[in-house]
């Protein structure tokens, strides 16, 4: 976060020099420390954070790959107006240690096309489904198996 914050005062001020430079390190140094003290900031948990980074990097990619994918179905179904669509609503649990990981999957279907979480529920999805085949095995989904890795299951 100090480099973040440093990088911050550098675009801000809108110039480079050396004044500016020394500056920002204290003002940055300052503002870290604050944050350190009162809202729970450390450079234990920022390098936990950022060894994460790749794994998420990778979970959104995964959740872009699946919009597209899903929405190639979706017009699949509108175009053929002879494939007899079966909505279905689908209930599944899924516990995670972090529950913000709860609304990242609930989001996450209801981004791809033809589903959309109806409910939460603590750790129990409702998920409506255009088709039964878009509601298979969403409790064991790539969704679900990234965000598994992320938490380190």
Not at 8 to 16: D, E, K, S, T, V
Not at 101 to 119: C, F
Request: positive net charge.
């Amino acid at each position: 976060m100090f480099f973040v914050l440093l990088l911050l005062w550098i675009a801000f001020n809108g110039r480079f020099t050396v004044e500016v430079l020394l500056f920002g390190i204290v003002i940055s140094a300052l503002l870290y420390a604050f944050m350190c003290k009162f809202m729970g900031f450390s450079p234990k948990k920022e390098l936990i954070a950022f060894k994460k980074t790749g794994s998420w990097l990778k979970f959104y990619f995964i959740v872009f790959v699946e919009i597209i994918k899903a929405n190639l179905q979706v017009i699949f179904y509108i175009y053929n107006a002879s494939i007899e669509v079966e909505p279905r609503v689908v209930t599944f649990k899924k516990k995670f240690k972090d529950k913000a990981n709860n609304s990242r999957l609930a989001n996450s279907i209801t981004l791809t096309p033809g589903t959309i979480t109806v409910s939460l529920e603590k750790d129990e999805y409702v998920v409506h489904c255009l088709d039964k085949s878009l509601g298979t095995d969403l409790d064991s989904s790539v969704f679900v198996k990234q965000l598994d890795k992320i938490e380190g299951r």
